[in-house]
């Protein structure tokens, strides 16, 4: 499967914008955004269960925009444009993802299409 197909399917779930300004910091070096934590909750739960790409990219998607989302509140900014983040960035952690247990017989059938479109 492709990743550009992946994401297209994936990143409908995703609303265009989520407010990032609760954003507070946890421990030594976490961050807590509980409205992007609630969305990312809903966006997984509209996900069919059997659409294993789609769940992967969203959980995906979720840590590529937790990570814009620390950058961008640190600018001062207020709210992430999920479309806006980088495809490359989401490409890493689905990559890195499909590298757990489990994902063995997907990572065969992946295809990094970014460099190609």
């Known amino acids: 499967?492709?990743?550009?197909?992946?994401?297209?399917?994936?990143?409908?779930?995703?609303?265009?914008?989520?407010?990032?300004?609760?954003?507070?910091?946890?421990?030594?070096?976490?961050?807590?955004?509980?409205?992007?934590?609630?969305?990312?909750?809903n966006v997984e739960d509209s996900v069919d269960q059997d659409d294993h790409w789609s769940e992967l990219a969203v959980w995906s998607m979720f840590q590529a925009f937790h990570t814009e989302s620390r950058r961008l509140l640190a600018d001062g900014k207020k709210a992430i444009r999920t479309r806006q983040v980088s495809l490359s960035d989401v490409e890493s952690y689905l990559a890195e993802n499909l590298k757990v247990e489990g994902w063995a017989e997907h990572a065969i059938l992946y295809e990094n299409d970014l460099d190609t479109c």
Do not use: C, H
């Open 1 to 41: 499967m492709k990743f550009t197909e992946i994401y297209g399917r994936a990143i409908q779930y995703w609303p265009d914008e989520v407010l990032i300004s609760d954003g507070v910091p946890t421990g030594d070096s976490g961050f807590n955004f509980p409205t992007l934590t609630k969305v990312w909750d």
